[in-house]
């Protein structure tokens, strides 16, 4: 799941979000770099706020910071004027961070520890393999398709991951949610 969010994720952050600012904000390229600080602080204070909501983080907690990394995506596609590039990079820089923390978490949590090195270079090279065909796919897409379209799809695609991997794999009894069945 990790591999696709990314691959939706890179290319739409790394060069879409100036192309899109560039194209619709006057002086597009200083209000990049203002909106990246606003993203830093924002994932900043995420960080520092994660241990005071959860002090043990699961599969459901990554899904929900995966909601909020999709939902930043699709309202940064429907941006067209500043204080919405605003609201969704901060929507971003809340969603990314906890999902980020979760998939540590629950790497260091269930691997053992003599995998551990394994698992983390596992998990980078998949990551990379990611942002490579990321870069690659959409740059290819984004010379016949507008940047808005290219976001509004990649954010649907983070939400429609997200919600088939809760659907199909945390539920193996259709309709009962697993931390019910185990707690029963």
């Known amino acids: 799941m990790t591999l696709i969010m990314v691959f939706c994720n ?5 060069v879409g979000l100036l192309l899109q ?9 200083q209000w990049y770099s203002i ?3 606003w993203y830093g602080v924002a ?5 520092i706020l994660v241990p005071f909501f959860w002090k043990e983080l699961t599969i459901k907690i990554y899904l929900f910071g995966s909601i909020i990394w999709g939902v930043g995506i699709v309202v940064l596609g429907v941006s067209y004027q500043l ?5 969704g990079v901060f929507i971003t820089a809340v969603g990314l961070p906890i999902a980020s923390l979760s998939r540590v978490y629950i790497l ?3 691997l053992p520890i003599d995998k551990l090195g394994r698992g983390f270079s596992f998990n980078a090279v998949l990551l990379y393999f990611s942002n490579v065909v990321s870069l690659g796919s959409f740059g290819y897409f984004s010379s016949f ?35 019910k069945r185990l707690n029963s």
């Open 83 to 87: 204080p919405l590039y605003f609201l």
């Open 10 to 14: 890179t290319w739409v952050w790394q």
């Open 21 to 29: 600012i560039v194209e619709n904000v006057p002086n597009g390229k």
């Open 145 to 179: 398709v507008s940047t808005h379209v290219l976001f509004i799809v990649s954010g649907a695609l983070m939400l429609l991951i997200t919600l088939v991997y809760h659907v199909s794999f945390l539920r193996k009894v259709p309709g009962v949610s697993p931390y």
């Open 108 to 110: 260091q949590k269930l």
């Open 43 to 47: 994932v900043v204070i995420t960080n």
């Open 35 to 37: 909106l990246l600080g």
